[in-house]
């Protein structure tokens, strides 16, 4: 079976540029999550949706993020304009569900903002 | 809100050394705990997982048990090798607003020498 799928892995833009990234779930998994990983920490909440809902999206900065999950499958992780803050690793996770079910999660783009 | 403190790092170990990790916690109810690691270059998968006080999990040779009077999940294994070298962090997953959501500590580096 397949993993959640991530592209690009890497990404390089200059600020103020605009920047999209996109996640495949493993297919079943209605739950789909957006995290940040800033260099040296813990991954933190973007988003999460429940098939095309986003049920939770209070840490979503939304002057400049949007997300989309069109048809509850694949989602867009959009960024415009980057700042130079943006620069971290964005991670994808997928679940079945439930606080207990375990999240999978992609590889993760390497975003660099210069 | 809910936290998760992880030991500070980088840890290095000689093979065959015992390994711990400390992770307390800070929680709204009874959170389910886990432990995730990110190898080089990979995903951040999941290790073990305890969903009520007093769990053992337990995964290729490693183990973690819930302890809700001290709020701690600590790592353990009792003999390391050359390829457990990765990041681990601890997280955690709490009801109410935060259903659904994994709180993450910083990430402890181990690296493991021959």
């Known amino acids: 079976e397949a993993g959640v799928v991530q592209s690009p892995r890497y990404k390089i833009i200059e600020k103020k540029q605009p920047v999209a990234f996109w996640c495949n779930p493993i297919?079943?998994?209605?739950?789909l999550y957006w995290y940040l990983q800033n260099l040296g920490q813990g991954p933190e909440l973007l988003i999460r949706y429940e098939n095309e809902e986003a049920v939770d999206d209070s840490q979503l900065p939304k002057d400049r993020f949007s997300a989309e999950r069109l048809k509850g499958v694949d989602s867009t992780l959009k960024i415009q304009p980057a700042e130079l803050g943006d620069s971290a690793v964005y991670l994808c996770a997928s679940s079945s569900g439930g606080s207990y079910n375990e999240q999978f999660f992609g590889p993760g783009t390497r975003l660099t903002v210069l | 809100g809910n936290s998760v403190t992880q030991m500070e790092g980088p840890v290095t170990l000689s093979e065959e050394a015992f390994l711990t990790i400390n992770c307390t916690y800070t929680a709204t109810g009874y959170p389910s705990l886990f432990w995730y690691v990110q190898y080089p270059g990979e995903g951040l998968q999941l290790l073990l997982k305890?969903?009520?006080?007093?769990d053992k999990g337990s995964n290729k040779g490693f183990e973690a048990t819930y302890r809700k009077e001290t709020t701690s999940f600590h790592l353990e294994k009792g003999s390391v090798q050359v390829s457990d070298s990765a990041v681990y962090f601890c997280a955690l997953s709490a009801g109410g607003t935060s259903y659904g959501k994994l709180t993450f500590g910083q990430g402890t580096i181990l690296t493991v020498h021959p």
């Open positions: 297919s079943g998994h209605n739950t």
């Open positions: 305890a969903t009520k006080a007093d």
